[in-house]
């Protein structure tokens, strides 16, 4: 398990897309992106160390997930949650494009009660958005092949919802 240094510039997201986030946030631009991971968080405590498999059989209750260390300094954690609106559809339970399952399900996972606090202030400008706002629990990183996926599979599969909408 890891769980990062610094928790409080920490952000996981249900997975959004990691190339929509890196290619508006470049790290080699310094926009204030530091690291990103593909992970799975949200689950039973009974599924410690989840694998895609067992996450996408529904039995962890896991999401996919997206976590984000930024420069607070650089880019706000509103600003990240407003480009997470953004850049996926908010107004679908349990899915994104054709992915369905509570694994799709649109999350914002807080570690402090401050990120909570602009979580549902940002998410309150908002229009039917089914986001769900909950406390971060244990945080498991997803298979080598699931990091940079796209970087890696450049003609991967791309969710159709994973862009900018506004």
């Not at 600003?79 to 996926?88: A, K």
């Not at 796209?150 to 900018?164: A, D, F, I, S, V």
Request: glycine content about 8%; aromatic content about 10%; hydrophobic content about 30%.
């Amino acid at each position: 398990m890891s769980t990062g240094a610094a928790r409080c510039n920490t952000l996981p997201l249900v997975l959004t897309g990691l190339h929509i986030f890196l290619k508006h946030f470049p790290p080699s631009q310094d926009k204030g992106i530091l690291k990103t991971s593909v992970g799975y968080t949200g689950g039973k405590e009974s599924s410690a160390n989840p694998d895609y498999r067992t996450v996408c059989s529904g039995a962890t209750d896991h999401a996919e997930a997206l976590r984000i260390e930024f420069d607070e300094a650089k880019v706000g954690y509103a600003d990240l949650v407003e480009f997470f609106y953004r850049s996926h559809d908010p107004t679908t339970v349990n899915r994104q494009g054709g992915d369905t399952g509570t694994q799709y399900r649109s999350a914002i996972f807080t570690y402090t009660p401050e990120q909570a606090d602009i979580a549902r202030r940002v998410t309150e400008e908002g229009k039917k958005i089914v986001t769900e706002i909950t406390e971060a629990g244990p945080w498991w990183d997803a298979e080598e092949y699931h990091q940079l996926y796209l970087e890696k599979n450049p003609t991967g599969y791309q969710c159709p919802t994973h862009r900018l909408h506004w």
